[in-house]
């Protein structure tokens, strides 16, 4: 089992960039995937990035290509989202989960869920 904590969310402006960190309890954090979602008020929780075990994959929804890049260092159980460019379309809860599989883009694959961080754009 591993239990996960995100931070790093704000108050930002258009344009601005945020680093969101996912730091894990467990020693063996290094056998699971981790994504990134988010969730809009009112809107379904949507994949946003993913990264394999070791880190040698990474994938991204469309609306996040060439904004953000996720990251890990396992040898200090934390994960990374860098958000540059940021939207007020960008504006949500952010999760991140982790999933017993390799890397998944799929949210009802992932086993272990944070709490979220809220990430809030203004124009």
């Known amino acids: 089992q591993v239990q996960l904590v995100e931070s790093g969310g704000g108050l930002v402006q258009a344009g601005d960039s945020l680093r969101l960190s996912c730091a894990a309890a467990?020693?063996?954090?290094?056998?699971?995937?981790v994504g990134w979602f988010r969730q809009a008020p009112g809107q379904d929780r949507d994949f946003v990035a993913a990264?394999?075990?070791?880190?040698?994959?990474?994938y991204y929804a469309d609306p996040v290509k060439g904004r953000a890049t996720i990251s890990r260092d396992n040898a200090k159980n934390t994960v990374y989202l860098q958000m540059n460019s940021l939207e007020p379309r960008d504006t949500a809860v952010y999760y991140c989960?982790?999933?017993?599989?390799?890397?998944?883009?799929?949210?009802?694959?992932?086993?272990?869920w944070g709490q979220g961080t809220q990430v809030t754009v203004s124009k």
């Open positions: 989960a982790a999933t017993t599989a390799i890397v998944s883009i799929r949210s009802y694959e992932y086993n272990y």
């Open positions: 467990g020693r063996t954090f290094s056998t699971y995937g």
């Open positions: 990264i394999s075990r070791s880190g040698g994959r990474t």
